[in-house]
């Protein structure tokens, strides 16, 4: 589905893709964040991400993709951002599953998603994948090494408890903010050490 009647070229662009693994919350958020920041997003989902998506909200698929300036097919490896042509600010798989990981690190994409993030890679532009998983074993650090040696952003989404969180809203968004920081988008929803909390500037 494409909302081709949103689009606003004047706007920079974020590619955000959203995987099956646990934490559908994370992509969400990143999806609202753009929107207060002004960013026009380009959505692609996994197949197995609209499963999580039923399993952990309340949403449809098509409320989810609503929320995004264009939401792309997972198979339409046509889409404008399976190209290097189309210009955009970087992209975010948030949450990102080991497979979609995995895949990425071989370079042999099989959808949309995949696809986006190998372009993004060589590109030179910011991959920033928000890895869902725990225990690790071996393969998957070294997966995770072979991805960064390719230039992404490892960004596993884990709570900073130094900005005192009071909800597991205010956990999401806090790692959300961080995430979209490697991409030079500051949300007002992120708390800063020095500056919200912390030693405040001016404090002996």
Not at 57 to 66: G, S, Y
Not at 92 to 100: F, G, H, K, L, M
Request: proline residues 6%.
């Amino acid at each position: 589905m494409v909302n081709s009647e949103r689009q606003t070229p004047d706007l920079p662009r974020l590619v955000v893709g959203i995987s099956g693994a646990s934490g559908v919350a994370y992509g969400l958020r990143v999806l609202d964040a753009c929107r207060d920041l002004g960013v026009e997003t380009h959505l692609v989902l996994s197949k197995a991400a609209a499963l999580t998506i039923a399993q952990e909200t309340m949403l449809t698929l098509a409320e989810v993709q609503a929320r995004a300036e264009v939401s792309h097919k997972p198979g339409d490896v046509g889409a404008a951002i399976a190209s290097g042509s189309f210009p955009t600010l970087g992209m975010i798989v948030a949450p990102c599953s080991v497979r979609t990981m995995s895949e990425i690190a071989t370079g042999v994409t099989s959808s949309l998603l995949t696809r986006a993030a190998d372009v993004t890679l060589k590109e030179r532009r910011p991959l920033v994948l928000m890895v869902r998983e725990t225990p690790l074993h071996l393969g998957h650090l070294r997966t995770m090494v072979r991805l960064a040696e390719m230039g992404a952003v490892i960004a596993p989404p884990l709570p900073a408890f130094y900005a005192k969180p009071q909800s597991l809203e205010e956990m999401v968004d806090q790692s959300v903010g961080r995430a979209l920081d490697l991409f030079g988008l500051s949300w007002s929803a992120v708390k800063r050490w020095g500056q919200d909390v912390g030693p405040l500037k001016g404090e002996a």
